[in-house]
């Protein structure tokens, strides 16, 4: 579905992705993890288009969109959320959605018909708000809600672009344990058909809600695997997961 | 032909010391803490008035003057920084504007109500006015003189910067406030001892630019426009960049004036918009 | 369940207190019609707002060079009427299309840039067409304007000194503009706007081509702000070079944060205050003006962020 091969950036001395080969197929959970620094946000923004590689190539269903502006490619339907809030603080959850659904359906260019009139891109977006159980919170402004409902937010604006692959930038970053268990089971309930990277720390999270785990170190990938496979290699165990979980797994 | 060249980019970069003066303190306040300081030049005025005042009306000898005039900008800068600005650091770009820009109306107001908009003009001692000769080309001594400050001047600052502590502290807090302040750097303090000394140099500017452009109220705002060229075509929180941009600027504006007078002020604006759409970030802007 | 566009449907109505509000701006011609000649100032300069606000109110884009489209609807409408008709209504609409012209080629360079350089860049490029219009004086007549010529009235009104068609004219444009933008911003695009202004990151990661959105709403802004040049000079059968200064770009900026910048009504509301102010007080000492308006600059930032609406809108959530 989404891969790219030979992908490296770097400023100046300072090397952020190094020979970075990636491959997601249709339908999966991955997560890739990594210490603070590795370079895993760095990569989202490199897949996205928000920054440009050094060289490489992205393919994104056998189509090439290195070349891609990035909102091009949200159209193509490779979607990010961001790990720190990047919400619209004084549109409603809403309008928010709403915006989304109308840009992908090439309707936001429009400013003679009226915004009312537009109901089915409203219903749609408070469908998802629903599914989300965002509903209540539907008519106040982002900034009002609380912090997990934030965040959910953050996921509902990418559903609602209809993406094909989805980059979850620590989607439970900031939340605590009870809700994120909550946050990944909307995870793991969306459509199969839909391919899903997500970044996160909690490695309990990671271990149960992915099939596959990617891991990142200074820019590199250090070793991909399933999660057995990842818990028991030894180079990540000292790098990264620390005594009590290699000895755990 | 060729003397007319070489007058040219002499006079241009005469006026361009000038513009270095009136501009590096806003350059590097800006760099280290985004604050859109657009009164800036109101206290290039300040140091403009201090010398009118001492030198016309209380007969002090113009050389005197520029001291007292760098020194009584520097203080308006700490005032008005301790008092006002810092509430407003994490404001948004466009009320940074707005209220320096209150500030600039304010201060212009207060200058015509004490001074009137008149024209203002200071006697310079006389080594200072007419012109020599070198090797069959004409300078004018006055603007020799503003060479050889803003050299000074700048060759001061460079060796501040990069010798002393305070200037490494200056330079760690430009690159990046939230590490330096993590390394126990007091920030606020050295922003505030270089927003005096930004403001002091502006006053120190606009004491000198008396002989060359005169000075009246509005100096703060018809000069805002060229100190702002000269800090977004120079980068942000760059000295070098500003002398560049500056000396850049000077030239332009009189290779402009004397070339192709039809042009105007034109030449000036060009270069800027071309310099801009070239490096958004400035000539050696960090962003 | 109630209809989710319900809420869009409830934000887009008329709230009884602007009908009353434009009720209100019939009264200059039976209550003060000595002054109907500010009032179509304060008209056209509503207009101008206006037009600034649907960038810098709705999209976030500050610009310190939108004098530049004003000045040249005013031109074009005054080299109109010198060169070709004194028709004023297909010259009005020529004024708008020159300035969205204008507004459209710069705006491909405008939304590449963002922050110091975008507010520099605006204001370069109306610093360059002044400077090129004080240059083009075969053209433009260069410092003393352009003269000569007449525009008699429009649609059989004819424009008298007492100013009742001058005024008229300029409410009518001003409110025909005023429905478009209104329109604009309860649209689909309008919300896209908005987006832009309240995470302009956040866009491009939901498909939004924000750029094109931009150049759009720079270029409508444009015509409006052609349109009201265009009145102006039909009104005054003169065009000077101020309507392309400096000063003009920075005077609508302060009256659109004044009134309150993104509401709507904040461009006419900080118009009328602005210009009725300064006409009381400016009198004989243009120095007091501006040091008044310097106190309010500073006043209303540090206490009125959002303008005078803001404020008010403030203290009505307050009261509720």
Not at chain 2, 40 to 68: D, E, I, K, N, Q
Not at chain 3, 18 to 35: D, G, I, K, Q, R
Not at chain 3, 42 to 60: E, K
């Amino acid at each position: 579905m989404l891969s790219t091969r030979n992908l490296n950036k770097s400023f100046g001395s300072l090397v952020v992705a190094q020979d970075i080969a990636l491959e997601l197929p249709k339908g999966v959970r991955y997560a890739l993890i990594g210490p603070n620094g590795a370079g895993k946000t760095t990569l989202i923004n490199l897949l996205t288009g928000m920054l440009r590689p050094d060289s490489g190539e992205i393919t994104l269903s056998g189509g090439d969109i290195t070349s891609l502006p990035p909102y091009a490619r949200v159209r193509k339907g490779l979607v990010r959320t961001f790990q720190i809030n990047t919400l619209f603080p004084q549109l409603t959850a809403l309008e928010s959605v709403t915006l989304a659904v109308l840009e992908r359906e090439r309707n936001a260019h429009n400013w003679w018909r009226r915004l009312a009139s537009f109901d089915a891109a409203a219903e749609e977006a408070h469908g998802i708000l629903r599914s989300l159980r965002l509903a209540d919170g539907a008519h106040r402004t982002t900034r009002e809600l609380a912090y997990g409902q934030q965040r959910l937010l953050e996921i509902a604006l990418a559903l609602a672009t209809r993406p094909r692959v989805l980059l979850l930038d620590e989607p439970a970053a900031g939340v605590p344990k009870e809700e994120s268990h909550e946050l990944f089971t909307v995870i793991s309930n969306l459509s199969s058909e839909l391919t899903v990277l997500f970044i996160e720390h909690d490695m309990d999270v990671v271990f149960r809600f992915a099939s596959r785990i990617i891991v990142m170190v200074g820019g590199r990938i250090l070793v991909q695997g399933t999660p057995d496979e990842v818990a028991a290699d030894r180079t990540v165990r000292e790098v990264y997961l620390g005594k009590t979980h290699a000895r755990a797994a | 032909m060729l003397s007319s060249l070489a007058s040219v980019l002499f006079d241009g970069f005469a006026y361009g010391m000038l513009l270095f003066l009136l501009s590096v303190g806003l350059s590097v306040t800006l760099g280290m803490m985004n604050f859109v300081n657009l009164a800036h030049c109101s206290f290039a005025m300040v140091g403009g008035y201090v010398t009118v005042h001492l030198a016309s009306r209380l007969g002090w000898p113009f050389l005197a003057t520029l001291p007292v005039a760098f020194l009584a900008a520097a203080l308006v800068s700490i005032v008005l920084e301790r008092l006002l600005y810092r509430r407003l650091y994490r404001a948004s770009d466009l009320d940074q504007c707005l209220f320096t820009i209150g500030i600039v109306f304010i201060s212009i107001a207060t200058y015509a109500w004490f001074y009137s908009t008149e024209q203002q003009s200071v006697r310079v001692p006389g080594w200072l006015t007419g012109t020599h000769r070198i090797g069959g080309l004409t300078f004018a001594n006055y603007r020799v003189f503003l060479v050889v400050v803003g050299l000074a001047i700048t060759a001061l600052l460079i060796l501040f910067l990069e010798r002393t502590r305070f200037g490494a502290q200056v330079r760690a807090a430009v690159d990046n406030q939230r590490m330096a302040r993590g390394l126990g750097i007091d920030v606020d303090r050295a922003f505030m001892l270089t927003f005096a000394l930004g403001g002091g140099l502006a006053g120190l500017g606009g004491a000198l630019s008396i002989q060359i452009v005169g000075l009246d109220p509005t100096f703060a705002l018809s000069y805002l426009v060229y100190v702002l060229i000269v800090v977004a075509v120079g980068g942000l929180g760059s000295i070098g960049g500003s002398f560049a941009a500056a000396v850049v600027l000077g030239i332009s504006d009189m290779a402009g004036k004397y070339y192709f007078p039809w042009l105007g002020a034109f030449l000036i604006y060009l270069v800027m918009v071309a310099l801009l759409m070239w490096r958004p970030a400035g000539l050696f802007g960090k962003r | 369940m109630a209809n989710a566009s319900a809420h869009f449907v409830a934000q887009a109505r008329w709230r009884p207190l602007e009908f009353v509000f434009w009720a209100c701006t019939l009264l200059p011609f039976f209550v003060t019609p000595s002054y109907l000649s500010l009032a179509s100032q304060i008209a056209i300069t509503a207009l101008f707002a206006l037009s600034l606000d649907l960038i810098l109110g709705y999209a976030g884009i500050v610009s310190l060079g939108h004098a530049a489209f004003f000045g040249v609807g005013a031109y074009t409408a005054g080299l109109i009427a010198k060169h070709y008709w004194t028709e004023p209504l297909s010259a009005l609409a020529l004024a708008g299309l020159a300035a969205g012209v204008a507004g459209y080629a710069t705006s491909h360079i405008i939304v590449r840039f963002r922050h110091l350089a975008l507010i520099m860049l605006t204001m370069g490029f109306g610093l360059l067409l002044a400077e090129a219009a004080n240059s083009a004086s075969d053209l433009t007549g260069g410092a003393d304007g352009l003269q000569g010529f007449h525009v008699p009235g429009v649609l059989g009104f004819k424009f008298d000194m007492f100013g009742r068609t001058a005024y008229g004219y300029s409410l009518v444009a001003l409110f025909l503009c005023f429905l478009v933008a209104r329109r604009i911003i309860h649209s689909p695009f309008g919300l896209a706007l908005r987006g832009i202004r309240e995470n302009a990151t956040r866009m491009p990661a939901i498909g939004a081509p924000s750029r094109a959105h931009l150049r759009k709403a720079y270029t409508i802004a444009a015509v409006v702000a052609g349109v009201a040049g265009g009145v102006l000079t039909q009104t005054t059968s003169t065009v000077s070079l101020e309507v392309l200064s400096f000063s003009r770009s920075a005077d609508v900026l302060v009256i659109l944060i004044l009134g309150g910048a993104g509401r709507l009504y904040g461009g006419i509301v900080g118009a009328i205050i602005y210009m009725v102010a300064r006409d009381q007080f400016s009198g004989a000492n243009p120095q007091y003006w501006y040091f008044w308006i310097g106190v309010m600059l500073v006043a209303v930032v540090m206490f009125l962020p959002n303008g005078i609406l803001g404020g008010l809108s403030a203290l009505h959530k307050k009261s509720q």
